[in-house]
Each structure stands twice: as C-alpha cells, then as structure tokens.
C-alpha cells in the first residue's frame, strides 16, 4: 500500500499559476515531496474531438476537464500497474498531521482492494454514533467531492474502462458516487479526514463553481461546517443511512 509514493495533483497550465506556487511548498511543508502534476486535459486540450466524443453536452468544458484530467490519472495507473495513489486537487490543503493519519489509515486498507476513500473534509462527516476511537475508515454508500482521495487499480480500470465506451453525463464528483453500484466498487470516507479544499473556503477562486476569492470565506466556511458536523450529521436520517447497510463488492 504506497499511495503516498504516487501523488498525483489536477492542475490547469494556465491561470492558476498561484494555486501551483501554492502545493509547490505546501506539500513538502506537509512531507510529500514525490508528487506530479495532471496538466493535460485542459479545456484547449478537449475543445475538439475529445469533448464530443466523450462527454455529454450536459457537462460544461470546465467540467469536462477537470473529469479527463482524473481519468489521466486511471490511465497512467493502468497502464504502469499502480496499485494505489492518493489525488488532490491544486487548492488542497492539508492538516499539519496529514501524513501521519494517511500512513495510520493503511493498516486498515491493507488487506482491501476494489476501493475510493474519501479523505476531504466537506459539510458531510460520519455521525459521531458510527464513529470508533480504533478506526479511521468508514464504508459509505457514496464518496464526497474530489478535492482528495485514494484510489486503487481496480476502481481506476473500472471507471477508465466505463470512460473509453460510454459518454460520461456526470461531473467526476457525482460520477464517482452514482456509478459505484453499476461499476462494482466500494466508496469509504476518512474520519476525521485530512484535506480541505480552498476554492472552498475562500483561499482560491473556483472556476467550476464561480466561486470568487473572498477573504470571509473560511470564517462562513467554518461556521457552516461545525453545524453539518455537530448537528445535521448525527440528527439527520438521510445522513445516517449513508453509513447502514452498506453493500460491499469483491474486486
């Protein structure tokens, strides 16, 4: 289990040469210094043959992109035999004992395959009722946004597999999710997780969002997610059922 000896980052060549500067030191502050950049599949890259024949006209360019550029990575992983790597995207940022939970949560991966675990901290948290003092991470029947995750070989060539004979209708994040039945895998979330990501919070614009930069961004940021974490998650049904009866699939 050596994801964290193949670390690839989703980055657009241009204009986003700050969110660029920005992992260049981050990730080594944080010790992960063997990493590469995804730089093909931006929207120049798809205008032409690419878009049309891959992607619905549902899906906007940015969209588009972004998807291609997480099937590059399947790809690479494919075709060089990769059993894991963990992917961000160039506005993570990582917690300061990042890497220590990340080599922790391999004890518990070990033994598995056929799997995404989700390590982004969102709006959605596992209930505090489900939650163990002894676990880091948790079958869920749906993943998160794609600001950072694992993934394994399995899940790669299923999804690159599905991407190279059907039209994809989906953005990556909700495609991630929705096809996990169809395509056979297993979603996981980490708890606590470990990355968030700055077009969320204000520290970078966002362009599939249209989100701007806003400097009141992490406060609305953290007010609204200690109310998803300390009460909509643990009061809401629909949010505990993510974690009940979860269906497991063998690679």
Known sequence: MNFLEHVYVIHVKKGYEDRKRHIGVHLPNRGINNFQYVLDGDID????????????????????????????????????????????????????????QLEKSKNELNSRRNFLV?????????????????????AAECTKLTGGYIVH???????????LSNKVVLPID??????????????????????????????????LSNRSKNQFGSINTFLNRSYHKYIRSNMSKKRLKVFENVIHYDA
């Open 45 to 100: 890259d798809i205008k032409e043959s690419i878009y049309s024949k891959h992607f619905s006209s549902e899906l906007t360019l940015a969209q588009a992109s972004c998807f291609y550029k997480h099937i590059l990575v399947y790809k690479d992983m494919v075709e060089k035999n990769i059993e894991t790597v963990l992917v961000l995207e160039d506005d993570a940022i990582l917690v300061k004992n990042a890497v220590a």
């Open 118 to 138: 989700n390590i982004e901290r969102t709006t959605r948290f596992v209930p505090a009722k489900i939650q163990r003092s002894d676990k880091l991470i948790y």
């Open 153 to 163: 070989l399995d899940v790669a060539k299923k999804i690159y597999d599905y991407f």
């Open 174 to 207: 909700a495609f991630q999710s929705r096809m996990r039945h169809q395509l056979t895998y297993n979603t996981f979330w980490m708890e606590p997780a470990v990355v968030y990501q700055g077009s969320k919070n204000g520290t970078f614009a966002s362009e």
